[in-house]
Antibody, heavy 120, light 111 residues
Framework: QVQLQESGPGLVKPSETLSLTCTVSGYSISSGYYWGWIRQPPGKGLEWIGSIYHSGSTYYNPSLKSRVTISVDTSKNQFSLKLSSVTAADTAVYYC?????????????WGQGTLVTVSS | QSVLTQPPSVSGAPGQRVTISCTGSSSNIGAGYDVHWYQQLPGTAPKLLIYGNSNRPSGVPDRFSGSKSGTSASLAISGLQAEDEADYYCQSYDSSLSGYVFGTGTKVTVL
């Protein structure tokens, strides 16, 4: 069974960089598939942030592209998200998920999510 | 910046059938990209409910069904149960945005 778990600081100061890591178990990232990040502001809907292929190629939401970096570490079976110059509008629950961009563009396994609050 | 529109809420009595619409455009659903549906129970992560317009992952009851036509898609829940109370989101791919798009979300209430 594929499982994903997000980790990282729950509080980030405005203008700083948000950093999260997703650890995958039950499947080796180097075996294939894309891996993505999605966020959900409190009480609001879902927004795709970006995804990375196991080889390292990335694609990002155009509205966030200038501030987002997603990377992968196959040796640790992890992938990571960095979002720079954060503001209160970036406060959200951040989810990592397996991205079936190889097939039909959907997310089949999700992490439980982690709340990141942007505040001084 | 949702580009897929859903009704904010739908409701029904136990045992009834409810449907949720998802309206897109010629750059996403109308371009032939598949529609997928997620169920988000209160306080939990979204769960894949329907993929590829009408396919159910293993373990999803056949009370849930999906369809797609033109620039829209629908999720139907038949034999509504109390445990179906949740938020439901559609999702597709948009060629003009070159990325994934989600619907605005629909809250299902069981009366």
């Amino acid at each position: 069974q594929v499982q994903l778990q997000e980790s990282g600081p729950g509080l980030v100061k405005p203008s700083e960089t948000l950093s999260l890591t997703c650890t995958v178990s039950g499947y080796s990232i180097s075996s294939g598939y894309y891996w993505g990040w999605i966020r959900q502001p409190p009480g609001k809907g879902l927004e795709w942030i970006g995804s990375i292929y196991h080889s390292g190629s990335t694609y990002y939401n155009p509205s966030l592209k200038s501030r987002v970096t997603i990377s992968v570490d196959t040796s640790k079976n992890q992938f990571s998200l960095k979002l720079s110059s954060v503001t209160a509008a970036d406060t959200a629950v951040y989810y990592c998920a397996r991205d079936r961009g190889d097939y039909s563009f959907y997310f089949d396994y999700w992490g439980q999510g982690t709340l990141v609050t942007v505040s001084s | 910046q949702s580009v897929l529109t859903q009704p904010p809420s739908v409701s029904g009595a136990p045992g009834q059938r409810v449907t949720i619409s998802c309206t897109g455009s010629s750059s996403n659903i109308g371009a032939g990209y598949d529609v997928h549906w997620y169920q988000q129970l209160p306080g939990t992560a979204p769960k894949l409910l329907i993929y590829g317009n009408s396919n159910r992952p293993s373990g999803v009851p056949d009370r849930f069904s999906g369809s797609k036509s033109g620039t829209s898609a629908s999720l139907a829940i038949s034999g509504l149960q109390a445990e179906d109370e949740a938020d439901y989101y559609c999702q597709s791919y948009d060629s003009s945005l070159s990325g994934y798009v989600f619907g605005t979300g629909t809250k299902v209430t069981v009366l």
